[in-house]
């Protein structure tokens, strides 16, 4: 990790030489970089609260709908299929779009841009998440759910006592690989006019004309909060992992 | 009269027919050890009891409960009715005690403390109350199954369920667990065991069941069927299981 950031920063000082960039206007030292560099980094709070937001309501509404994909009646499956069928095929972009404009002039509810992004980024990924807690929950052996309805478990008990606990430590990669992409498709809200990374440097590029550099600042700004990100989903699973073991 | 009643019981995955009409009584504090060859039906036949499996055809009665889908029914009936798993079937990210303690808090309703008490008393019956705080994983396979064992007892059923709880031990570990089982018989259990421990059914059981292609094909004291087998069949079987 240490020696991909040196390798990094050496290749970007290396080619900052080149006659071509221009990083005075990211340039810490200097009163107007460090100023532009806050104005980027102040995108970070919407665009962290907008996807951990949206990875909450989207893990609650996945498990509601993975449960009927479980179910023995053809009905609950149906209504499982359908909506991960429908809504996993409609691109994220176009869901927040449709979210911010359309959604009001057919409801009469009208969103802010924060919550219409939350929405859009959560019903999107939601599909995802139903089909990751079915693999998961279905991953569990048969002799779980025997040993819990021997003791006369409940389902509800069965499911939040025994199944759920494992199926969870199964799919946390999976939940890890979902909040990396949350973190990077909540750039598209920037098109509804989201204050957050992406459009903070794409307004930036407007009064200050150096997208090269504006815009490497925010890939790495992006790097930087996943590789932060991944730490955290990794460490979680080293814990939940040492308590069984 | 009986605590368990099966009458003409039958039983179907797809085309093939589990359980041909079988009828079976078990008395309050008997001890029954039912055999036969793989495929016989002998795990379905117990696993009908506390409804594991549904039967389709006839009627199955435990302790005056009769078994159909009504969730109250089944839930009194599995309250009553332990079982005991070839597999264990232990919640592996459950610690020993918790195990013990998930039926009881969240079906009998008892608090964590009187829970763990009975979890105590119950590990101590089984003879590993140090291992009340690992996990599944850390313990022997004898050690697995005997807090399996614990487990069912932690619902003080009436009736206990043993589906070949020896046959994924290795040799060292089978006595371990036949010990508590006997100890459990010998405190009156009622106990149905599938089982090809014929050393262990001599010793215990109070009547012999031999199952064959879904249907009882003998059944009487363990002395009368192993000195004077009524069938071919089951000669043959015990032939077999003896001179392995």
């Not at chain 1, 460090?34 to 509404?61: C, H, P, Q, R």
């Not at chain 1, 979210?99 to 919550?115: C, E, Q």
């Not at chain 1, 815009?215 to 080293?238: F, H, K």
Request: net charge positive; glycine share 6%; with cysteine.
């Amino acid at each position: 990790m240490k020696r991909f950031f040196i390798f990094a920063s050496a290749l970007l000082l290396l080619s900052g030489c080149s006659a071509n960039w221009g990083w005075y206007v990211v340039d810490p030292t200097m009163t107007s970089g460090w100023n532009n560099l806050k104005f980027m980094a102040s995108g970070a709070y919407y665009t962290l609260g907008m996807s951990i937001t949206a990875i909450l309501v989207s893990v609650v509404v996945g498990l509601l709908v993975a449960i009927p994909g479980l179910s023995e009646k053809r009905g609950w499956r149906m209504f499982n299929r359908t909506y991960v069928e429908i809504v996993r095929s409609v691109p994220v972009l176009v869901l927040i779009l449709w979210v911010y404009y359309g959604l009001p002039a057919l409801s009469g509810i009208t969103l802010n841009v924060f919550w219409a992004g939350v929405l859009a980024l959560a019903l999107s990924d939601s599909a995802f998440q139903a089909e990751i807690f079915r693999a998961g929950i279905q991953s569990i052996s048969r002799g779980q759910y025997e040993a819990a309805q021997s003791i006369s478990l409940n389902y509800r008990d069965t499911m939040r006592f025994v199944i759920l606990p494992q199926a969870i430590r199964r799919i946390l990669p999976a939940l890890g690989n979902q909040l990396v992409y949350m973190l990077k498709m909540s750039s598209l809200v920037s098109v509804i006019g989201m204050q957050e990374l992406t459009r903070k440097a794409n307004e930036l590029v407007v009064s200050e004309y150096r997208p090269l550099e504006i815009y490497t600042v925010l890939v790495l700004e992006y790097l930087v909060l996943i590789l932060i990100v991944s730490a955290g989903v990794r460490r979680l699973e080293r814990r939940l992992n040492a308590s069984d073991t | 009269m009986p605590i368990i009643s099966m009458r003409n019981v039958s039983k179907f995955f797809g085309d093939f027919q589990a359980l041909k009409n079988v009828s079976l009584d078990v008395a309050l504090g008997e001890r029954v050890v039912i055999c036969g060859p793989s495929g016989s039906g002998k795990s379905t036949l117990i696993r009908c009891i506390n409804r594991l499996e549904a039967h389709e055809v006839g009627h199955i009665v435990v302790d005056g409960t009769t078994l159909t889908n009504k969730p109250a029914d089944l839930e009194k009936i599995r309250s009553n009715v332990g079982m005991v798993f070839q597999q264990f079937n232990l919640f592996p990210h459950l610690s020993v005690m918790d195990n013990l303690c998930l039926g009881p808090r969240r079906v009998l309703g008892l608090t964590d403390q009187e829970a763990r008490a009975r979890a105590m008393k119950h590990l101590e019956r089984v003879q590993i109350p140090d291992q009340a705080e690992k996990f599944p994983r850390q313990l022997s396979g004898g050690q697995q199954q005997r807090v399996a064992i614990a487990r069912s007892l932690c619902m003080e059923p009436r009736i206990l369920l043993f589906d070949e709880p020896t046959s994924a031990l290795d040799p060292e570990m089978i006595a371990e667990v036949l010990d508590v089982m006997t100890e459990l018989a010998s405190s009156g259990m009622t106990m149905i065991v599938v089982t090809h421990e014929m050393g262990f059914a001599r010793r215990v059981a109070d009547r012999m069941v031999f199952m064959d292609k879904g249907e009882i094909v003998e059944f009487g004291t363990p002395e009368d069927v192993f000195t004077a087998p009524k069938s071919k069949r089951f000669a043959t079987f015990i032939k077999q299981i003896l001179n392995h």
